[in-house]
Nanobody, 115 residues
Framework: QVQLVESGGGLVQAGGSLRLSCAASGSIRSIDAMGWYRQAPGKQRELVALIVSGGITNIADSLKGRFTISRDNAKNTVDLQMNSLKPEDTAVYYC?????????WGQGTQVTVSS
């Protein structure tokens, strides 16, 4: 079992930045990958960024250049740095961890970008 707790969401003006953090606890040594997803109202949940064991990252094509993902193995956290935010980035952002065939989710954190 892995427990995930997100923090760092909030309200920001367009062009601003936010940094989301996800703290993992539980069976963290068995985590294969961690990432961030987002879900806007009326839309499906979509991948934002992913980081796998070894540090390889994958950022959604539409977000490259604005979003970065990083992982601190010592602190068991994964962070999402979001720059040049746009109103269309408004969504609930969820942290995700993959352990084998199991997937774990955080409770989500709201990010609202005002125009």
């Amino acid at each position: 079992q892995v427990q995930l707790v997100e923090s760092g969401g909030g309200l920001v003006q367009a062009g601003g930045s936010l940094r989301l953090s996800c703290a993992a606890s539980g069976s963290i040594r068995s985590i294969d990958a961690m990432g961030w997803y987002r879900q806007a109202p009326g839309k499906q949940r979509e991948l934002v960024a992913l980081i796998v064991s070894g540090g390889i990252t994958n950022i959604a094509d539409s977000l490259k250049g604005r979003f970065t993902i990083s992982r601190d193995n010592a602190k068991n956290t994964v962070d999402l740095q979001m720059n040049s935010l746009k109103p269309e980035d408004t969504a609930v952002y969820y942290c995700n961890a993959v352990v084998g065939l199991s997937s774990y989710w955080g409770q989500g954190t709201q990010v609202t970008v005002s125009s």
